[in-house]
């Protein structure tokens, strides 16, 4: 039976994350990093492609779980007819090795439990030779080519390649089974000190999370969001990923099944600007010095993404895996790649602009990394672009791009105007009206008087919700609230806010898609700034109701079978959240 998207819970140590059901299975769990091949792959397939379960014997059922504090350490609590035990599952962070950490620990009588484990390395490619090693204590290996993990703290026995094994917990007692991943060509990392390593993850989340910056009505869901966005950001690199999943479908059964385990500069700047204005200005100095290092050499040859360390290679392929509920093709590497999309440089200029005024020092690169990034656009002003939402048809002349594209010049024109430093002022100053006046002139429907989604249609889009959001107009500009009233007749059939109607035949992509959560929550935001409180609450409430138990958002949602749809834990669905949560504390003040 498939596992819901809802019912998985995340682990993570800020390189890589593993997800489990509420059954106690690792459904997903790919290392060393996000982006490299995954171990466990059962969550695009069956268990043949991957999984670890951990439970108790016979048909016990979880009664609780959560996460200890402002943690990632997932407590999954069961009781049986012989006693209570917890499953402590956890990453631990900044040790500088890979181990994931499955603590069961007794509360009362005895509890029996079983573990079944199958590695299947490479996206399921490659069956590991198994091996039993350890003296002191019981370890199983596993090598293929350059991977191999070490799970210690149990006997495992084989039948037809998986590894079984039982044991038992008294009120009490714990027993830790470590898994660890390392290179197959170094030395065995020594056994985790796990009591260490708990304590340590611990502390480090907790002191992390009391430097949130954030009061009113929905303080612990922000929290959690912001614990999450974290998690995606690489603790190494300063890299932040759009999802910890591939292929998880915007419609089940469809071929929508994207890979977001990279960083896209669009949705990266977008999670910066969000933690700057909650107190992380240290992060925005590692992403400003990540982003340096990825898009060194010719600015035109920015991409829109990268690998977590900058990688620029990342052709789209297609793995003989068989989908979350059948959805194929599976893919890792992601086409867009090779796109443009003329918002980027916008976001990214947005993000430094709100790190520089929140006092982020300038150094040697900072200021000439955005002047040859203000190039680029320059560059390319007069080419259509695919769009926020990595159109594959044809290229337009989207609003929002345009939008995007005034904003970085506007930023540029304040770094010179507010901030003392040097440029072409009033090249920047002409191609930002020239911009507006493009805008105002071509992208406002003549008789409904709305913006719409780009030259020449009458169609919305939501992502046209981010104009108040970088400053291009007033959120109660007559011109935005038409557009809001044009979204809430055509792109809310359920209550929720689709990006724009895929049946328009835009995107160039066969099928449908359910509502979009961080659209819905860019018009929270839209509501609280433009005076409309109650409705804005409303929609929060209705938006929030797609949480898991866990405060975990995917993609989308699928209102009509009420579930969680696309990649999880979704960075933009987590920071479109925070931001419509800010707005609302602001508008109730």
Not at 431 to 453: C, K, N, T, W
Not at 463 to 487: K, N, S, T
Not at 541 to 563: M, Q
């Amino acid at each position: 039976m498939t596992t819901r998207i809802e019912d998985l819970g995340f682990v993570g140590d800020c390189r890589t994350g593993a997800l489990i059901s509420r059954t106690g299975r690792v459904n997903w769990l790919c290392v060393p990093r996000f982006d490299s091949p995954s171990i466990f792959a059962s969550l695009l397939g069956s268990h043949e492609h991957g999984s670890w379960s951990l439970k108790p014997a016979g048909d016990a059922t979880p009664v609780s779980r959560h996460y200890d504090g402002n943690t990632l350490i997932l407590v999954t609590r069961w009781e049986t007819e012989t006693g209570v035990a917890e499953v402590h599952d956890f990453m631990p962070v900044d040790g500088g090795r890979v181990d994931l950490v499955r603590r069961v620990v007794g509360i009362t009588g005895t509890v029996e439990f079983t573990t079944s484990l199958r590695m299947r390395f490479d996206y399921a490619r490659s069956v590991p030779w198994v091996r039993q090693v350890g003296e002191d204590e019981p370890a199983l290996l596993a090598i293929a080519g350059p991977d191999a993990v070490i799970l210690r703290g149990v006997t495992l026995r084989a039948t037809d390649h998986v590894h079984r094994a039982g044991f038992s917990v008294d009120a009490g007692e714990h027993r830790d089974l470590v898994l660890t991943w390392y290179h197959s060509y170094r030395p065995q990392p020594a056994p985790l000190d796990v009591d260490t390593a708990l304590e340590t993850t611990r502390q480090w989340w907790t002191e992390w999370a009391s430097h949130i910056e954030h009061q009113g009505p929905h303080r612990d869901r922000v929290v959690r969001s912001l614990v999450t966005l974290r998690a995606l950001s690489n603790l190494d690199t300063g890299g932040i990923v759009a999802a910890a999943t591939t292929s998880l479908p915007e419609m089940p059964g469809g071929e929508r099944n994207w890979d977001y385990r990279y960083v896209w500069l669009r949705d990266a700047a977008l999670t910066l600007d969000v933690l700057i204005c909650h107190g992380f200005l240290h992060v925005a100095d590692h992403w400003r010095t990540w982003l340096m290092r990825a898009i060194a050499g010719d600015p035109k040859r920015v991409q829109i993404l990268y690998g977590i360390a900058g990688e620029r290679d990342l052709p789209e392929r297609e793995l003989p895996l068989p989908g979350y509920e059948n959805s194929t093709p599976v893919r890792v590497g992601n086409a867009a790649v090779d796109q443009f999309q003329a918002d980027t440089i916008g976001e990214v200029m947005v993000a430094l602009h709100t790190a520089r005024t929140a006092g982020l020092p300038e150094t040697d690169f900072s200021w000439p990394l955005q002047r040859h990034l203000l190039k680029r656009v320059e560059a390319y002003l007069d080419q259509p672009d695919q769009g926020i939402w990595e159109m594959r048809g044809e290229p337009r002349f989207f609003t929002h791009s345009r939008a995007q594209e005034w904003a970085a010049f506007d930023r540029g024109v304040k770094a010179i105007e507010d901030f003392g430093l040097t440029g072409p002022l009033d090249k920047w100053k002409r191609h930002r009206d020239d911009l507006r006046a493009e805008i105002d002139s071509r992208m406002v429907d003549p008789d409904g008087g709305y913006f719409v989604q780009y030259a020449g249609t009458g169609e919305v889009d939501a992502a046209l919700l981010q104009l108040p959001q970088i400053g291009f107009c007033a959120p109660d500009d007559p011109r935005m609230l038409a557009c809001v009233e044009r979204i809430e007749r055509d792109l809310m059939p359920d209550g929720l806010v689709a990006r724009y109607r895929s049946e328009s035949g835009v995107d160039g992509v066969s099928g449908t898609e359910h509502p979009f959560l961080a659209c819905t929550f860019w018009l929270v935001e839209q509501y609280a700034r433009s005076g409309r409180v109650e409705d804005a609450e409303t929609l929060m409430t209705r938006a929030c109701d797609t949480a898991s138990d866990l405060g975990l958002f995917s993609e989308e949602y699928d209102p009509g079978d009420r579930r969680q749809v696309g990649n999880v834990p979704q960075a933009l669905s987590h920071l479109a959240f925070v931001r419509a949560a800010d707005a609302l504390a602001g508008a109730v003040d």
